[in-house]
């Protein structure tokens, strides 16, 4: 991997990992718009402030956008999640792994 490709992902997971910005993202996945208030019930726990800042970087970073019905992922953003998905098995095969060691120990 490049230098350059380093980089990136750097620059990727920087953002993602603020808090709730993977939240907002997986929040939108199914496509639909959703107003503020909304998005603020779909990702649960997190403050109004907080979503907008988290909002106007996933927006800057032209994952997210904004139109007449509400937030929505642009076509990158789509293209992030569809690729996150992929940990969905992995969490899955994972957390069976970690339950596997839990009960060894005991």
């Excluded at 929040?27 to 503020?36: E, I, N, R, V, Y």
């Excluded at 909304?38 to 994952?63: C, F, H, M, W, Y």
């Excluded at 937030?71 to 990158?76: A, I, N, S």
């Amino acid at each position: 991997m490049s230098s350059k490709d380093n980089a990136a992902i750097h620059q990727l997971l920087g953002l993602l990992e603020s808090r709730y910005a993977i939240r907002v993202l997986w929040a939108l996945k199914d496509g639909h718009p959703q107003t503020f208030r909304l998005l603020q019930d779909s990702v649960g726990g997190i403050t109004p402030n907080t979503l907008n800042t988290r909002l106007k970087e996933l927006r800057a970073a032209t994952l997210v956008t904004h139109g007449s019905e509400g937030y929505f992922l642009t076509p990158q953003g789509s293209d992030l999640v569809k690729r996150m998905n992929e940990l969905g098995a992995f969490a899955s095969k994972w957390a069976a792994n970690q339950m596997k060691k839990v009960s060894q120990v005991k």
